[in-house]
């Protein structure tokens, strides 16, 4: 046992974790901390990003492309509120994330001291957990249990300030192990595991859905093979790319706004509907009361919350994924759903993609990128149109190669995410794909890649509006396109290049390819500029508040004139 300063047990514990890279940026109150991180260089490797916000996401995309615990660090005051966004997009998809900020000391908390937040009281909606640490003898402990919180059960952000004085002062340190992480399986129960048998068994025309909590217990191995007992269609949220291969003659697509007409006409028609890892979003299900209104309903997840939340189930099983999976796979018999599967089949036949393939388009940009990366890139995505379209015409081989914000929503998010990714999988391809609307949220981070030289491509589909908006304002509100035009003089190429970074400017679908080629080869990071045009749109769409068996295309909406 030895004596250490409070900022000395923050780093020391960061090492237990097994923490090799931390994002943040410095300040008054943190100052402590970052100087005990300075005698760890060799051993932490910190980021500093252009703004907190950019290290929230970074160490969100870190945790997303690794599995491991993401860890950002900000001083007080703005620096702590300016995290609060990306600790957000954490929470809602259920990602592990440790925030450590400081605060003022104690004896200046509650005067409205210079710099002074209740960063703990702010983010309390929006973490599993929020700590302020007052005394030094408790820090050590409190940081190991916000790690243990993070990765516990449904992940999540936890956040840990600590006052200044914390940070100087003298406590007692001895190293200790991280406990293990233990599955949750005590609330797996077998009347609920052979109810659930007992459903699939009478079903006949079954579907499955998955979602990111397949992937947040690492059980997308099971999950395969449930579906290949099941002999059923699958189809996959936003959250749930990659679970099962996207070449995989089961699977239908994406569910849900922009899901395809397989997957939304499939699982309206289907007799049961089994839901792993999933919350039943609103941009899932439309229509709450005629989501699936033929079908069984079974959901799997690890939180009790989520069960009879959205969508009443028929049978519910609360628990780890990867538990569950595999003890259904030994319950339940082979099945064999040919004509089920023809049906399906020939619903994959009648819709076919629609977009057109011989000009740059965002889809057809997504799909170059697809060919030249061969299906092993990890894409980052911010936003909007850009990113329903990398979710549709990517073909996503395994979990944690599409990092997006799907319960926020968070513009600006994909290009802190894309440099935390390849810092954590420096041996894959790492394409941010973003919006010009979403690249000027936070395209100061193309400074952080090229101070580091971090070789990530950010291809920004530059259609001079805010794409996303402006389709529903085309569709829904009589083209009064308030506020959504951005055709101004910015000149990204020139941005790029003055942030220190190589950068294009694509017009063509052959100039986007040469550019892409250029991009990988050059080991910089790079920004392409995608020319498309305003009025390229998103299909299929389900207008909001519409059961998703409404699902309509351009052509549908050209029929009806």
Known sequence: MKQLTGSEIVIECLKEQGVDTVFGYPGGTILNVYDALYNHQDEITHVLTSHEQGASHAADGYARATGKVGVCMAT???GATNLVTGIATAYMDSIPMVAITANVGVSMLGKDSF???DIAGVVMPVTKHSFIVKNVHELADTIRRAFKIAQTGRPGPVLVDITKDVTANLADYEYKAPEPIEPKTETIKDSDLEAVVKLIKKSKKPFLMVGGGVIAA?????????????DAPVCDTLMGKGVMDGTD?????????????????????????????????????GNAKKFANDAKIVHIDVDAAEINKNIVADASIVG????????????IDQKDNKEWLAEIEELNKKFPSSYPTDVLTGPTAINKIYELTKGDAIITTDVGQHQMWAAQMYKYKEPRQLLSSGGLGTMGYGLGACIGAKLGRRDKTVVNIAGDGCFRMNMNEIMTAARYNVPIIQVVLNNHVLGMVRQWQTLFYNKHYSNTILNDAADFVKIAEGMGALAFRATTLEEFEDAFKKAMESGRPCVIDAQIHEDDKVWPMVAAGQPISTCFSAEDLEEEK
């Open 76 to 78: 007080s005051g703005p």
């Open 115 to 117: 710099q002074e937040v």
């Open 218 to 230: 690492d059980a997308y191995k099971e999950f395969r093979e449930f579906a290949k007992l099941m």
């Open 249 to 285: 003659p089961h699977y239908t697509g994406m569910v849900g706004m922009h899901g395809t007409k397989t997957s939304n006409f499939g699982v309206t028609a289907s007799d049961l509907l089994i839901v792993v890892g999933a919350r039943f979003s609103d941009r899932v299900i």
């Open 320 to 331: 780890d994924a990867k538990e569950v999976l595999s003890r259904l796979n030994v319950m």
